[in-house]
């Protein structure tokens, strides 16, 4: 089952801030972070682990509500290559190699203007 | 170091035809994972590959299948293609975590986009 993510858009301009949300159904080991600009691969942003670990980029930070089954990115001083769109992908098992089966969320446009 | 590759870049099948799509996995990469990315969804995980073995797979029909090789380079096949296939299909490589540490990203390729006619 898809995550649900919020809000769909975000317009910004450059050095405002912005938060996206990402809800999940079900008990969460992780929640991953990638974003995607048009015509181009996810790329890796941010992992939150249950227990409070993180691992990702320095201008970007996150947090993850284990009992709510939520996490939330935040994007601070936002920069025009911060466009893209963001996609949460939250992971409920942990099994030794089987713990990248991420289902994605319908994903968040985010446009930052000069 | 090298990216993860996908090819070919675009594909045009007609509906009942069989498809392959090529990945290789980022250097020293061995678990190989498998999305598809309908227009203006988020990416839906296929099944993954670890250690030449299926270890994961998501809600897909049996006519998606796959390989891995020893050199981890991966294969997503899928049979009697119906015109909801069309899609991007991505990519991803990763080490895994019982071997890597903290290693948790996965390195995407460009994608193949498929076009079912």
């Known amino acids: 089952q898809q995550p649900v993510q919020s809000p769909q858009a975000v317009i910004l301009r450059e050095g405002e801030d912005a938060v996206i949300n990402c809800s999940s159904s079900?008990?969460?080991?992780?929640v991953h972070w990638y974003r995607q600009k048009h015509g181009e691969a996810p790329i890796f942003l941010m992992i939150l682990l249950k227990g409070g670990e993180q691992k990702g980029h320095d201008k970007i930070s996150a947090s993850f509500n284990e009992k709510k089954q939520q996490s939330s990115l935040y994007l601070t001083a936002s920069q025009l290559s911060y466009s893209g769109t963001y996609f949460c992908g939250p992971n409920k098992a942990y099994s030794g190699g089987s713990n990248y089966k991420l289902t994605f969320g319908k994903g968040t446009l985010l446009t930052v203007n000069p | 170091e090298t990216g993860v590759t996908q090819s070919p870049t675009h594909l045009i099948k007609t509906r009942g035809q069989q498809v392959t799509l090529r990945c290789s996995s980022q250097?020293?990469?061995?678990?190989v994972s498998w999305y598809q990315q309908a227009l203006g969804q988020g990416p839906q995980f296929i099944f993954q590959y670890y250690r030449e073995e299926e270890n994961g797979r998501g809600n897909f029909p049996p006519r998606f299948s796959g390989l891995q090789f020893p050199n981890y380079s991966s294969e997503l096949n899928v049979n009697a293609l119906e015109l909801d296939d069309s899609a991007l299909y991505l990519c991803?490589?990763?080490?895994?975590?019982?071997?890597?540490?903290?290693?948790?990203?996965?390195?995407f390729g460009p994608g193949t986009r498929l076009t079912v006619t």
């Open positions: 079900k008990a969460l080991y992780s």
């Open positions: 250097s020293g990469h061995n678990t």
């Open positions: 991803a490589s990763s080490l895994n975590p019982w071997t890597s540490g903290f290693s948790y990203e996965q390195y």
